[in-house]
Nanobody
Framework: QVQLVESGGGLVQAGGSLRLSCAAS????????MSWFRQAPGKEREFVGR????????YYADSVKGRFTISRDNAKNTVYLQMNSLKPEDTAVYYC????????????????WGQGTQVTVSS
């Protein structure tokens, strides 16, 4: 059983940057694929990106490609989401998720979830 705790959210102006962290405990972190999702008010949770455990390859939603970067530090049991050139439409609660298999860009593909961290981008 993996426990995930996100941090690093906050209020930032459009064009700014934030780095979110997701700390994992309770499992062999290096064997888990990790992902980020987000949920804006009144909208469904949407996929942001994911990183594999095996080769560290990453994949992103078109809406964030070129602006967001996912990385992981297996020694620290932590995955990061670096967000640059933020836009007001990036405002959402951001969640990290984990699974032993690559879950794809859908919620049901990921087993373990954090509680989320709020990101607000002002215009």
């Amino acid at each position: 059983q993996v426990q995930l705790v996100e941090s690093g959210g906050g209020l930032v102006q459009a064009g700014g940057s934030l780095r979110l962290s997701c700390a994992a405990s309770g499992g062999t972190f290096s064997k888990y694929h990790m992902s980020w999702f987000r949920q804006a008010p009144g909208k469904e949770r949407e996929f942001v990106g994911r990183i594999t455990w095996s080769d560290g390859s990453s994949y992103y939603a078109d809406s964030v490609k070129g602006r967001f970067t996912i990385s992981r530090d297996n020694a620290k049991n932590t995955v990061y989401l670096q967000m640059n050139s933020l836009k007001p439409e990036d405002t959402a609660v951001y969640y990290c998720a984990a699974d032993l298999t690559v879950g794809g860009p859908v919620e049901r593909g990921w087993t373990y979830w954090g509680q989320g961290t709020q990101v607000t981008v002002s215009s």
